[in-house]
């Protein structure tokens, strides 16, 4: 139970103010209940206190990249990097700050790597498209999405976003199985993106 442990993790911090361990898990309970300010005050604690593990440094990094503090997320992956330099997952949180902060191509150079490496990783093949689209590279995104979606891990809005961007690129016979799933599964979450999907294929009929 969380609240149990926050309480007992508090009060082991109340006894012994510089055990970082029960500040590093105090900040890990927080992160999983997606608390992240709280989160951070902890790992930034724990840090303080001397705790250099690359997982700390990491779990700082994701919290700050939740902050939307990009420069602090990007200081503190590359720390945990140094620390740990075959967790991927500290490679693709650099690549995420250096993208939030306006260094796209060293981004996208590093997340090839990352893809590369992780294959079968949905969130690492999302960003990905988010950048091919950002470089104006459709073509390759549209690819990209169209292999997740036949694997059936695409969310509806990740499914809409593949129909609109066939629709925009002309290939509407591709787009729509895509439009049928939609209207299949509409939601009104959705259904702002769905309108624009269809604007595009209106704009072509004109």
């Known amino acids: 139970d969380d609240e149990l442990a926050v309480d007992s993790y508090r009060q082991a911090i109340k006894i012994y103010p510089s055990f970082r361990r029960a500040y590093k898990n105090l900040g890990l309970t927080y992160l999983r209940n997606e608390q992240f300010v709280q989160a951070l005050d902890c790992l930034v604690k724990a840090v303080s206190l001397g705790d250099m593990t690359g997982s700390t440094l990491g779990m700082l990094g994701y919290c700050h990249m939740q902050n939307e503090h990009y420069a602090s997320a990007l200081q503190a992956y590359r720390m945990a990097q140094l620390t740990e330099p075959t967790v991927i997952e500290w490679r693709a949180g650099i690549a995420q700050s ?10 996208f150079a590093l997340m090839e790597e990352v893809v590369a490496a992780r ?18 590279e459709n073509t390759k995104a549209i690819a ?15 499914v809409t976003l593949l129909a609109q961007l066939h629709a925009q690129n002309g290939t509407l016979d591709l787009a729509k199985p895509w439009f049928e799933r939609v209207k299949k599964d509409l939601t009104i979450e959705v259904y702002p993106l769905y309108l624009k999907a269809v604007e595009s294929v209106l704009q072509l009929a004109e």
């Open 144 to 158: 990209a999405l169209e292999w997740l979606g036949r694997q059936k891990k695409l969310s509806l809005e990740q």
């Open 98 to 107: 250096l993208l939030e902060i306006g260094q796209g191509e060293e981004a």
């Open 119 to 136: 294959p079968n990783e949905v969130s690492y093949q999302l960003l990905m498209v988010n950048m091919l689209l950002q470089r104006g």
